[in-house]
């Protein structure tokens, strides 16, 4: 249990650091902002209970939101990332299920199931992101493409990070 | 109790995603000016939607009352026709080209928006520049005293009610003639004060209080509303309650009243000040 707690600490400060020091810094062309912290989310036990990963994912968002000073938003990302995560699971289960001590990661389920995982969660977290930011539907189509490319370009991040944590 | 539990025990999810969502947008709504404004102008046009929908069922449900004040009115100006021996043609007539011989003329309006319960109370009517309404014009609601426009665009109007710690009404005492200032205390909207009436006059309660004309805005003899008590206030002028004829809760349908010499009266009378 402290162990676990201990290495999640580790892979959030980890991607926190990374967060703020390397992908905050990507302005490609104003429409790609990657948040590949989101990874952390997506690696939460998977019998972790509902209401601690509701929690959880908001004090990650939050902990985000303090060191970009920015309250509030990433948080609301996170928490609606950790809300639609259940029932995510749940819709592209593979044929044996889940294993309760495996890790949710690409190297104990494959890359083709580990790929439309992360999509779909990126793609929730970076849409309620981008529309907090935004806070109106003017512009709709230009934000939903900021969306789009943004989800595309964290979604190869977090691809590459978990090749990285395969080979380690 | 135990229902409660059970709802809560079943959708904990949903509930504790709500509130950590509405915490988020608090968040940040309190740090950023920008959100903050989006967020109230979201607001306030459900809020102003809403209103809408409630000030016109309001209106509906008054409906029949508002009919049997226009019916009474209509019977009165039908008695006063007779009365002068016109006929029915030659109304309409000056209505249609509102003779030039007449110094008042009568808009009909609509009270759109209203408040009671300030110190500082103002309502809007839905007729404007457009419709000949224009600022220091009086405004009556159904036979009695409602307020004098203060501002009027193209549409609307704002009026000052008696109702107004600042509103001033020059009227008098209909059974001895004598006149005073009328002004609103600010405490109770039924009432009003009327000031400068001296001692030694008699008064009793129940006696009408109408309008002198003297501002050129009001015609005289228009109803403001009857004394309920009065007492004498250490000087020689009697402080007087005077309960309003209008009830400005209820206030649905109004009639502005233009002067049309006023500004000839207004010139006239300031070569002497």
């Given amino acids: ?168 | 109790m135990r229902n409660l539990l059970l709802f809560i025990e079943k959708y904990n999810r949903i509930i504790l995603f709500i509130i950590l969502e509405s915490v988020a947008v608090y968040l940040i709504s309190n740090s950023y000016q920008y959100h903050n404004t989006q967020l109230i102008k979201g607001v306030r046009k459900l809020t102003l939607t809403w209103e809408g929908v409630i000030t016109d069922v309001k209106n509906y449900l008054r409906i029949k009352n508002i009919n049997n004040e226009l019916q009474a009115e209509n019977a009165i100006l039908w008695n006063l026709i007779e009365k002068y021996g016109l006929t029915t043609d030659s109304v309409l007539a000056q209505v249609n080209d509102t003779f030039p011989g007449a110094q008042f003329e009568i808009i009909p309006a609509y009270v759109v928006n209203n408040s009671v319960n300030k110190i500082k109370n103002y309502f809007t009517i839905d007729r404007g520049k457009k419709n000949g309404v224009d600022v220091n014009m009086a405004v009556i609601g159904y036979r009695s005293v409602a307020g004098i426009t203060v501002a009027s665009s193209d549409n609307y109007s704002i009026v000052m009610p008696v109702i107004n710690t600042d509103f001033r009404l020059s009227s008098r005492i209909k059974s001895n003639e004598y006149f005073g200032s009328l002004n609103w205390d600010g405490r109770d909207c039924r009432y009003a004060v009327l000031y400068d009436i001296p001692q030694h006059v008699p008064i009793n309660e129940g006696d009408t209080v109408v309008t002198t004309g003297y501002s050129a805005i009001f015609p005289a003899g228009i109803m403001v509303g009857t004394i309920s008590d009065f007492k004498k206030s250490g000087s020689d002028f009697y402080t007087i309650r005077v309960h309003l004829a209008t009830d400005f809760r209820k206030l649905t349908y109004v009639k502005v009243i233009k002067n049309r010499r006023q500004q000839e009266q207004l010139n006239l009378e300031k070569k002497f000040q």
């Fill in chain 1, 1 to 168: 249990m402290i162990n676990q707690l201990l290495r999640y600490t580790i892979i959030y400060t980890v991607l926190l650091l990374l967060q703020i020091f390397l992908f905050n810094n990507i302005q490609f062309s104003g429409y790609v902002n990657p948040y590949v912290y989101i990874l952390f989310v997506l690696l939460l036990p998977f019998n972790i209970s509902d209401w601690l990963l509701l929690i959880i994912s908001f004090l990650a968002g939050f902990l985000m939101d303090i060191s970009t000073g920015t309250p509030g938003m990433h948080a609301g990302a996170t928490v609606a990332a950790g809300f639609v995560r259940p029932y995510i699971l749940r819709a592209i289960s593979p044929r044996d299920g889940y294993l309760p001590d495996k890790e949710l990661s690409m190297a104990e389920y494959g890359f083709n199931w580990f790929f439309f995982y992360a999509l779909l969660v990126v793609a929730v977290h970076h849409l309620v992101l981008f529309y907090l930011e935004i806070f109106s539907f003017e512009g709709f189509f230009r934000t939903f493409l900021k969306v789009i490319f943004s989800t595309v370009f964290t979604v190869i991040f977090i691809i590459f990070a978990e090749y990285f944590r395969k080979g380690r």
